[in-house]
C-alpha cells in the first residue's frame, strides 16, 4: 500500500458496530477504552459539508467549492466498485450524504460481539453475562516529516467511541488513541500509512481486577448455518461454548500447565501453555491434539498467525539459573506444515515482520512498507520488552561470540526501537534511523 497522499478533512463520528441477527443480543457494558476509537461517521454532516451555500455563489467561489453531491449516482457507482481500500472509503463517505447512500460502510471495519453467560464462577453457575468481542487490528505508521526521523507506529485495534460527535480541523478523519494513565492521542489517518492486521478478540464485562491473572486468552470459530464456539483459558482450565446450548463446558486431555494464549488458524484453534505445550483443537469434535517440534526446547513459546497462509511458532530459549538479559536471548522459528501434523524449522520468514506481545501476536509485509521505514524484513519484534526499548531479532547474528550459533534468531542491534507506551491493545513504537 503506498503512503497516503493528503486530502481534503472529513469528519468521523459514531457508528455502531454490525451484528449479525442469528447470534445472541449484546450486553450493554461499557467497553474499555484501551482500543483505538475510531469514529465512522455522523448521520449527518454540519451544514457547511452537506449543502449548497444559501447566499448566490459567484463564478470563482463555484469554482474554488465543487459540490460533489451533484456527480451523477451511475458515477458515483464507479467509484466505489475501484475503491478496494476500506479508509478510502470511510473517506468518501465522508464528502456528503448522497455519497454515504452510495458507498455502504466497510464490513472488515465493523466488529462482532457475542452476549454470552458469565464464566467467573466456572464450574458453579453464573447469573451475569459477559461480552465476547471480535475486532480488526490495523498498523498505523504515522508518515515522518522529513528524513531522517524516527518512525512512528501504533499498533492496535478499532472500536467505536460513543462520546465524539465531531472533530475539529486538522483533526477530522481521524483515529483517537486511548491508552489507561495516558492522555488520549489524535491521529490525522489521511497522514498515516495503514496496514490490516487481522483480528482480535476481548471478553467485555468480567472483572479485571479478579481475573487478570487467570482469565489468558479467547477466540471463537464459526460453525455454520449461524452457530459458532468460542474457547477460553481461564484458570487452569480450558473452557468451551457452543452457541446452540450457551453453556460452558471444561475442555479435557489439554496441558496441566495455564493457558497462554490462543489464537485461530484456517478454522482450527491453537492454543500455547505456560509450559511451552501447543496444542490443535478441532471446533466440531473438540479434540485437543498436542503439536510439539521434534526438539523441545526449554522456552517460553509464541503463536504468531499471517492471515490464512501461514501460522509461526516461536521459541524463546530461557536459561535457568541465571538473570535474564534480553540482549543475550536466542529463538527459534517454526512454521507450520499442517498437512504432515508437523512445525518445520525455518530461517526465512518469507520477507514478514512479526510483531510479538501486546496487544497480540501478528504479522505484516515488509514489502508493504517503504524503504527506510526502519523496519526490515524476516525479523521480529517483541513489544512487551519491559526496558522501553530494544532490537529485532534476525536470523544468523554474528554476536562476536564464538560459542554462539549462528543458527538461531538474536538481537540485531541494527536499529533501535523505543517502545513509548502500551497496554493490552495498543502498543506504541518509534523505531530509530540510526544506531544509537
Not at 466497510?106 to 453467560?117: H, M, Q
Not at 494464549?261 to 485437543?288: H, S
Not at 511458532?313 to 543475550?328: A, C, Q, Y
Not at 530494544?390 to 549462528?406: F, H, I, R
Request: include cysteine.
Amino acid at each position: 500500500m503506498a503512503p497516503r497522499k493528503k486530502t481534503p478533512n472529513m469528519i468521523w463520528v459514531v457508528k455502531k458496530s454490525q451484528q449479525p441477527e442469528n447470534i445472541a443480543k449484546p450486553a450493554t457494558q461499557e467497553t474499555n477504552k484501551s482500543l483505538l476509537d475510531c469514529s465512522p461517521l455522523l448521520e449527518e454532516l454540519p451544514q457547511s459539508s452537506n449543502s449548497v451555500a444559501e447566499k448566490p455563489a459567484t463564478k470563482e467561489q463555484t469554482l474554488s467549492k465543487l459540490d460533489w453531491s451533484r456527480l451523477p449516482e451511475e458515477l458515483l457507482h464507479i467509484i466505489s466498485e475501484n475503491l478496494e481500500d476500506c479508509f478510502d472509503v470511510i473517506h468518501a463517505r465522508s464528502v456528503c450524504q448522497p455519497w454515504r447512500s452510495i458507498f455502504p460502510f466497510p464490513s472488515c471495519l465493523l466488529g462482532t460481539s457475542y452476549s454470552l453467560p458469565s464464566f467467573s464462577k466456572f464450574p458453579r453457575k453464573s447469573k451475569g453475562f459477559c461480552t465476547l468481542e471480535k475486532f480488526p487490528m490495523f498498523l498505523f505508521r504515522v508518515l515522518a516529516p522529513a528524513v531522517g526521523l524516527p518512525s512512528e507506529f501504533f499498533v492496535g485495534g478499532i472500536n467505536r467511541d460513543k462520546s465524539v460527535k465531531a472533530l475539529p480541523s486538522p483533526f477530522q478523519c481521524s483515529v483517537k488513541v486511548n491508552i489507561p494513565d495516558s492522555e488520549s492521542t489524535l491521529l490525522n489517518v489521511l497522514d498515516c500509512q495503514i496496514l490490516p492486521l487481522g483480528f482480535q478478540y476481548r471478553m467485555i464485562g468480567w472483572d479485571p481486577q479478579s481475573l487478570a491473572t487467570s482469565f489468558r486468552g479467547v477466540a471463537s470459530l464459526p460453525l455454520g448455518e449461524g452457530e459458532f464456539v468460542v474457547l477460553i483459558g481461564y484458570s487452569h482450565n480450558m473452557l468451551v461454548l457452543r452457541s446452540a446450548d450457551m453453556r460452558w463446558m471444561r475442555l479435557e486431555k489439554t496441558s496441566r500447565a495455564d493457558c497462554k494464549d490462543i489464537v485461530t488458524f484456517r478454522g482450527k484453534f491453537y492454543a500455547v501453555f505456560i509450559n511451552g505445550d501447543v496444542f490443535v483443537i478441532d471446533p466440531y469434535t473438540l479434540e485437543a491434539t498436542l503439536l510439539m517440534p521434534s526438539e523441545r526446547l526449554n522456552s517460553q513459546n509464541y503463536l504468531v498467525p499471517s492471515g490464512d497462509d501461514e501460522l509461526f511458532l516461536v521459541e524463546m530459549i530461557i536459561v535457568r539459573g541465571s538473570v535474564i538479559d534480553f540482549s543475550k536471548l536466542a529463538c527459534r522459528v517454526s512454521r507450520l506444515d499442517e498437512e504432515a501434523g508437523e512445525w518445520v524449522v525455518v530461517n526465512d520468514l518469507g520477507g514478514r515482520v512479526l510483531l510479538i506481545g501486546q496487544p497480540g501476536n501478528s504479522s505484516c509485509s515488509a514489502k508493504e512498507l517503504p524503504d527506510g521505514c526502519g523496519v526490515s524484513e524476516n525479523s521480529m519484534l517483541f513489544t512487551n520488552e519491559p526496558f522501553g526499548s530494544t532490537y529485532s531479532y534476525k536470523y544468523g547474528v554474528d554476536t562476536g561470540n564464538a560459542e554462539d550459533d549462528l543458527n538461531f534468531w538474536r538481537f540485531s542491534r541494527e536499529k533501535r526501537v523505543k517502545i513509548f507506551r502500551t497496554s493490552p491493545m495498543v502498543a506504541h513504537l518509534c523505531v530509530e534511523h540510526k544506531n544509537l
